[in-house]
């Protein structure tokens, strides 16, 4: 009798370990899947990973009018990645703009906007970013120009256009807006492409979405003013050039956007899709749009 009750309870035991670890499973698989949202929408992979190269080792030459940036390993690896890293490291280098070693990072890396980030969310990122193979691949030195290859610069630039803050919800919003602002101004950081820069590179949010040329980049107003930005398009245009980069002209979206759009509009679910289109048709409308200057 004793030694049925102690199989018993054996038995017990191990069930409920394995219970445990199934449910510990789930839930990192589903943080996981979680990260990988946030890495696609977030366009990390545009910058972070080389054409043909394997997945977040280490990008494309960005080129810039302050030079050229090579875009790090992201992988596990602990020498030329970020394998050694710590939770609080990352979360420090997304919200933060700050490097381990206390370093300040350039803005080419779009922390400025990742600062308005939820940490579940970034957890959420690191967490794929640590389930991913470890690639050994040392990404170049950045080649900047005097003198923005001088590191402790960004110091001042941080002190004039940096705040770092985390996204706060506008109570007298709904839920929708608020979901959306969230993901077009943290994740997807559309202004770093689609808002004008001052010649120090800092954004003007005084003309938020109203179109930027930055380099090669064109990215057009994308405020509801009808003439210069996209008041004409319905929300029906709006989700399905999200959708398929096709606008109402039939035109396609090329380059950067194609990214975008690819990699990250693309796979939203489609009430994060709304929400971001409740979010674009609410902007204030600017009447300019400095690429279509001839
Ligand atoms: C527009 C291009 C671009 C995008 C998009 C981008 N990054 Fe970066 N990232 C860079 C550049 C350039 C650097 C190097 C900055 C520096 O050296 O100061 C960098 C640096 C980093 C670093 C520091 C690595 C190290 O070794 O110190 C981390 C971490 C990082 N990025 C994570 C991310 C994550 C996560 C995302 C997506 C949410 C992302 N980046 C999106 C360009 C980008
Ligand atoms: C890395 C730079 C970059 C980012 C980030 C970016 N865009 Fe764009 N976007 C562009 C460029 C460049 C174009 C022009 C593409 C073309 O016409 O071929 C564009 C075009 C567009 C258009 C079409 C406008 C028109 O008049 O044709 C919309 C709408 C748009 N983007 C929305 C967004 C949204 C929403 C986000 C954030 C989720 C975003 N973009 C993020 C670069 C970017």
């Not at 990260?35 to 990973?49: A, I």
């Not at 906007?113 to 957890?123: G, L, Q």
């Not at 256009?161 to 985390?166: A, G, I, S, V």
Request: proline share 9%.
């Amino acid at each position: 009798m004793k030694n049925i009750a102690r199989i018993d309870f054996k038995l017990w035991a191990v069930g409920l370990l394995l219970w445990v670890g199934a449910v510990w499973a789930a839930e990192r698989e589903d943080l996981i899947r979680r990260g990988e949202k946030v890495f696609l929408l977030g366009g990390c992979g545009n910058c972070h990973t080389a054409e043909s190269g394997p997945l977040a080792a280490g990008g494309e030459p960005l080129i810039t009018p302050f030079g050229t940036f090579y875009p790090p390993n992201l992988t596990p690896d602990p020498e030329t990645g970020i394998g050694k890293w710590s939770e609080e490291e990352f979360i420090q280098a997304l919200q933060e703009g700050i490097s381990p070693e206390g370093q300040p990072y350039y803005p080419a890396f779009p922390f400025t906007s990742y600062t308005k980030m939820s940490v579940r969310d970034i957890r959420a990122l690191r967490a794929y970013l640590k389930a991913l193979p470890a690639v050994k691949r040392r990404a170049p030195e950045h080649e900047l120009r005097f003198p923005f290859n001088l590191r402790p610069g960004l110091w001042v630039w941080r002190w004039l256009f940096f705040r770092p803050e985390r996204f706060k919800p506008d109570p007298f919003r709904s839920e929708t807006w608020n979901r959306g602002a969230y993901l077009v101004e943290a994740i997807g950081h559309c202004g770093e492409c689609h808002t004008p820069r001052n010649f120090l590179g800092a954004l003007d949010w005084d003309r938020a979405y109203g179109g930027a040329v930055l380099g090669e980049i064109k990215a057009p107003n994308i405020t509801p003013d009808p003439d210069y930005g996209i008041g004409e398009w319905s929300r029906e245009d709006l989700s399905y050039f999200l959708k398929t980069g096709i606008k109402p002209d039939g035109d396609t979206a090329s380059g950067e956007m194609a990214k975008v759009i690819r990699g990250g509009t693309a796979r939203l679910d489609e009430a994060d899709l709304a929400a971001i289109i409740e979010y674009l048709t609410s902007l204030r409308p600017i009447a300019s749009d400095p690429t279509q200057k001839p």
